[in-house]
């Protein structure tokens, strides 16, 4: 077998190169999530008895920018954070699913009437099958 | 280096059991993708195996999926699943309410169990351990929305792929034995159970506390157990550290975590959980129509009235990869039903139309994951559909429909998996 001692490694960063054997591609790379996913954190000794894991991490998705959705972040998030809303499929109609929330669950303690609606006219303006984006 | 005769090798591979041939579990071999998936799914059924969540990290477990955050729902990748025993740290993880435990003084902590009890009594995790009699079973815990993402037309609710499921060695007390301590006293109808799960929510309605309640005359009662050693480790706590149920066949909304309370009740648990929750159609298959549901055709039971409908998983191949025209190609998976014991899967490689058996695994109970093994040699290149469809004893075999409740739960149609073959020459 020959050696090619001579091709530099570095052709590989200027995209891939066309190799030796028709067919064979080479040197392809793609930029990789790095430090997305972080080492496991030593544990913190407890006080003899009791069993600690630390708190919780929090992975809150993004909303969609449109009017209603600080009220949809303040309000919504006292029992589950917003990702509750993007994890679900597009909904054609969300008034049944904001009126479980109200009165089910209890939400019409903490949430006014006028910012319920408000809330339901953003999820109908950017988590329809026709509006959702992303 | 000794030659091996290559035909005789690949006889060998194609047995199984071979540990050379065998993928490690802990391996992700799906590739990377250079394009995320998308954020979500809908209107249409979600076409992967898994849901369409992020990979992140949480205390005590690998990256595992996360479908929520607060509250924390977090689904099992698929590859997990090459083992009859799901790892701790890759398993699933389920909660109602975001108030949870972060620590728990066991010097502080106590099971208390009241109500309708001759001597109500409370006992600490290590009475728990030293007093009774530790059992252990092998059983698979399933959320009862498993795989909701599948349904058409789509249901709200965790929108969970194939891997809110788990399969564990579970160690700990006898239901009975508790019971039988504190002495039932005559009157009782259900037995309730409350962990340390709270919400924001008002104390009366279903976002304050989470109970769960089962009949005292149903025969699940006997092979419940309370239990504070997983997989022979305590419990990691996102699973119900120091003690859990495990109520083998049923779905998991009845296996609280981080029992506290065991009541006895004179009157049947009209909390919300029970009331309104997790409840399916009153038919053959739990299944029905939004028609009927919108004319309030639909009378309901609680899930706790079935037990878990028979099921069949491909874990291997995931079609991340192409298959070798020529070469032989492990099809492997898993097989449970909350019935009894898996006694026939079956593999299709043309979509359906043919089945043939695979080889079992070992036998690990009733209650168990069942692995299954078939060695397939594609001879001609191309796209193939590959089907598994597992029988348990009592003659349940899996439908390809699916079915359609309003909670989306008892999904259990025949899963496929779409290969490509490559020619070797």
Not at chain 2, 227 to 233: F, I, K, Q
Request: aromatic content about 10%; some cysteine.
């Amino acid at each position: 077998m020959k050696k090619r001692w001579l091709i530099p490694v570095g052709l590989g960063l200027l995209g891939f190169v066309l190799a030796e054997v028709p067919g064979v591609v080479e040197g392809n790379y793609a930029q990789g999530p790095l430090g997305l996913i972080l080492q496991p954190a030593p544990a913190k000794p407890g006080e003899g008895t009791v069993y600690r894991v630390g708190a919780y991490p929090l992975y809150t998705s993004e909303l969609a920018d449109g009017e209603g959705k600080e009220l949809v972040m303040s309000y919504c998030a006292i029992c589950h954070s917003v990702t509750y809303i993007t994890m679900q499929p597009p909904l054609a109609d969300w008034k049944p699913t904001v009126t479980k929330m109200l009165k089910t669950y209890g939400g019409e303690k903490f949430i006014p009437p006028d910012v319920a609606e408000k809330i339901l006219a953003y999820l109908q303006a950017h988590y329809t099958p026709e509006t959702r984006k992303e | 280096m000794k030659q091996v005769d290559r035909r005789r090798l690949l006889k060998l591979l194609g047995a199984g059991g071979l540990a050379l041939a065998a993928r490690p579990a802990l391996a992700q071999t799906a590739a990377q993708a250079e394009e995320a998936l998308p954020s979500f799914t809908g209107p249409k059924a979600n076409p992967y195996w898994n849901g369409v969540h992020p990979y992140t990290v949480y205390p005590q477990k690998l990256p595992l999926l996360r479908m929520t955050d607060r509250p924390i729902q977090l689904e099992t990748p698929r590859h997990y699943f090459r083992t009859v025993f799901t790892p701790n740290e890759a398993f699933y993880v389920r909660y109602h309410l975001d108030e949870i435990p972060n620590e728990i003084d066991l010097s502080k902590w106590r099971l208390k169990l009241e109500g309708n009890f001759e001597r109500p009594v409370e006992l600490s995790l290590e009475e728990l351990i030293r007093r009774f009699k530790p059992v252990s079973i092998a059983a698979v815990n399933q959320c009862s929305g498993n795989s909701r993402s599948r349904f058409q037309p789509r249901v709200t609710g965790g929108q969970w792929g194939n891997g809110a499921m788990g399969n564990a060695l579970w160690t700990g007390v006898r239901l009975k034995d508790l019971l039988d301590y504190a002495g039932v006293k005559p009157g009782t109808v259900q037995i309730q159970f409350e962990g340390l799960e709270r919400g924001k929510g008002p104390e009366n309605l279903g976002s304050g506390r989470f109970l769960k309640s089962l009949d005292l005359n149903d025969p699940v009662i006997g092979e419940t157990i309370l239990a504070y050693l997983m997989n022979g480790e305590p419990l990691p706590m996102l699973n119900g550290f120091p003690l859990r149920l495990v109520v083998p066949g049923k779905f998991a909304t009845y296996w609280l975590k981080h029992v506290t309370w065991i009541r006895a009740l004179t009157e049947e648990d009209k909390n919300f959980w029970m009331a309104s929750a997790y409840r399916i159609p009153d038919t053959p298959n739990g299944s029905t129509t939004p028609e009927d549901v919108a004319a309030g055709r639909v009378k309901t039971v609680p899930i706790g009235k079935v037990n878990m409908p028979v099921r069949s998983f491909i874990i291997d191949p995931d079609g991340s990869y192409p298959l070798i025209a020529g070469l032989p190609a492990k099809i492997r998976g898993i097989a449970f039903s909350g019935y009894g014991r898996v006694v026939r899967v079956e593999v299709s490689t043309d979509g359906g139309q043919t089945w043939r058996r695979a080889t079992l695994g070992a036998d690990y109970g009733p209650y168990s994951f069942r692995t299954y093994e078939f060695t397939w040699r594609p001879e001609r290149p191309g796209t193939y559909v590959l089907a598994v469809r597992a029988t348990d004893e009592k003659g349940n075999v899996q439908p390809d429909s699916g079915v359609w409740n309003p909670g989306g739960y008892l999904w259990n149609k025949i899963e496929r998996q779409e290969v490509v073959v490559l020619a070797a020459k």
